[in-house]
């Protein structure tokens, strides 16, 4: 089974900030990794993904995550936020290898609110 | 194209009432998950469909069943609904063909309020 804890249920910060929202997981088996945001009244959107290969990804707006198998961590960053980025976050795990790619395990999420 | 579609968008129900959402997946996708939303619990995993049949189940009592049909849409339902059943419930879509390609695209949910 696997488990992610996401460490900040809400995160402040001025526009034009950097941020890191922290996500660490846990598992007994090798894991796939998601970051997931979602806007008000909206459905979930990937963000960007850690499947295996380098563990820095990146995403189209600016986000990136490292994926740091040491620390079981999966931490999402943006070195200057937009006001458009206030959403809510999610981290989550799948196991790697399988066929049941809809099944993820989420963290709890961590809403970010960007100020003006 | 046109996104995952959940109906209803909102439903107000009583104690020991069933249920029943809809969710048709984008056109092509072949996996249609289902997941339970709570503010106090998060995010949690229903169960999986794929070519109509489940391939996973999360740890929910067995009130909570669902199927899938020949066209990839799926429908969940929840029998003897009870309070703590409150909860936006989305579902999501994705081709299943490899992981490199995969990712899930959710719909807009079901807000389900039982009083």
């Known amino acids: 089974a696997q488990s992610v804890t996401q460490l900040d249920s809400q995160v402040p910060v001025f526009e034009e900030a950097p941020v890191e929202l922290r996500c660490n997981y846990s598992s007994s088996v090798s894991v796939y990794l998601f970051w997931y945001v979602q806007y008000p009244n909206q459905g979930l959107q990937l963000l960007l993904k850690y499947l295996s290969g380098s563990t820095l990804v990146e995403s189209i707006n600016g986000f990136e995550a490292e994926f740091n198998k040491s620390q079981t961590s999966f931490h999402l960053r943006k070195p200057s936020v937009h006001i458009s980025d206030t959403a809510e976050y999610f981290c989550?795990?799948?196991?790697?290898?399988?066929?049941?790619?809809?099944?993820?395990?989420f963290g709890q999420g961590t809403i970010l609110t960007v100020h003006p | 194209k046109a996104g995952v579609t959940q109906t209803p968008r909102y439903l107000i129900k009583t104690r020991g009432q069933q249920v029943t959402l809809s969710c048709s997946p984008i056109?092509?996708?072949?996996?249609v998950s289902w997941y339970q939303q709570t503010p106090g619990q998060g995010l949690q995993f229903l169960f999986e469909y794929f070519s109509e049949t489940q391939r996973n189940k999360g740890n929910f009592p067995g009130r909570f069943s669902g199927r899938q049909f020949s066209n990839s849409r799926s429908e969940m339902n929840v029998s003897t609904l009870e309070l703590g059943d409150s909860a936006l419930y989305l579902c999501?879509?994705?081709?299943?063909?490899?992981?490199?390609?995969?990712?899930?695209?959710f719909g807009s949910g079901t807000q389900l309020s039982v009083l």
């Open positions: 056109s092509g996708h072949r996996s």
């Open positions: 999501a879509s994705s081709l299943a063909q490899g992981p490199t390609n995969e990712k899930l695209f």
């Open positions: 989550a795990v799948s196991r790697a290898g399988g066929t049941s790619y809809g099944k993820l395990t």
